[in-house]
């Protein structure tokens, strides 16, 4: 049966920029890849860890060899892990991380929050605008999962850290870029001790994530509703807010809209 031409009687196509993007959907292997990252980043996997064969690792995920084979050597080229001939993969030395432990709010310690928080809105700010555009109902779900884990921990008092991590590698990989989640999660280690601040001592002080889940829940509300501008004014927002609750200001020149007021 010939194939109608395009011109035949049916609905229009719309012009390209009504089109949806179509999301490319991750290979196995990148999949596997961006699990292992995600414990390595988390620490459940740690500097010096061999990695389980082969063998374990494709009955773990319910691959094949050949998929894990691509996946260790996906994060072998990103610097995450080592082989080394008979014996293995290896997690490698982790870059060191940023130590804001207990800090008294004065010096270098200070000093090097400021530039956290100063690149965090950089990332998060660009994320959040791309996320917007490009979301799912997928996607949209993960974020809506992570947010209720913090509500969660709110709630028992607990360190909620890791779903805050979490929401912010979701809002990543709603951009449906592989490098952009890649990237978040590769600066996911460093951006996490920022973020427990907010949540140590939450026993004690519920002040800071609540507010913190605030902003959180107006940036998925943008972002939900596909408002590329919005969520990147919510996802400053959410900066400033993080870094004001430590007695940082963040410059006004991250904000293109203060700048050309």
């Not at 990148?30 to 064969?53: C, H, M, N, W, Y």
């Not at 060191?96 to 200070?110: A, P, Y």
């Amino acid at each position: 049966m010939s194939t109608p031409p395009a011109h035949a009687d049916g609905p229009d196509i719309p012009s390209s920029p009504e089109l949806s993007r179509i999301a490319r959907p991750l290979r196995l292997s990148e999949e596997v890849s961006g699990d292992l990252q995600r414990r390595i980043a988390r620490g459940e996997l740690k500097s010096g860890d061999r990695l389980p064969t082969e063998k374990a690792l494709g009955e773990a995920f319910g691959v094949s060899r050949a998929v894990v084979r691509e996946a260790v050597a996906r994060l072998k080229a990103d610097g995450l892990i080592e082989t080394r001939q008979g014996s293995g993969a290896f997690v490698v030395e982790a870059p060191k991380t940023i130590n804001l432990r207990f800090w008294k709010g004065v010096g270098s310690e200070l000093d090097e929050l400021r530039d956290i928080f100063e690149l965090r809105a950089m990332v998060e700010g660009a994320v959040a605008e791309l996320a917007a555009q490009r979301r799912n109902k997928k996607d949209l779900k993960a974020m809506a999962r992570h947010l209720k884990e913090m509500d969660e921990a709110m709630a028992n008092g607990a360190d909620g850290t890791e779903a805050d991590d979490n929401f912010h590698i979701a809002m990543a990989v709603a951009t449906h870029n592989t490098y952009v989640s890649r990237l978040v999660e590769f600066l996911g280690r460093h951006f996490s001790d920022s973020r427990k601040l907010s949540w140590h001592g939450t026993r004690r002080e519920l002040a800071h994530p609540r507010e913190a889940q605030r902003e959180h829940r107006a940036l998925f509300e943008a972002i939900s509703l596909g408002n590329a501008e919005a969520a990147r004014r919510c996802a400053l927002d959410h900066l400033r807010g993080a870094a004001g609750r430590f007695g940082i200001k963040l410059a006004l020149d991250l904000d293109r809209d203060a700048t050309t007021a």
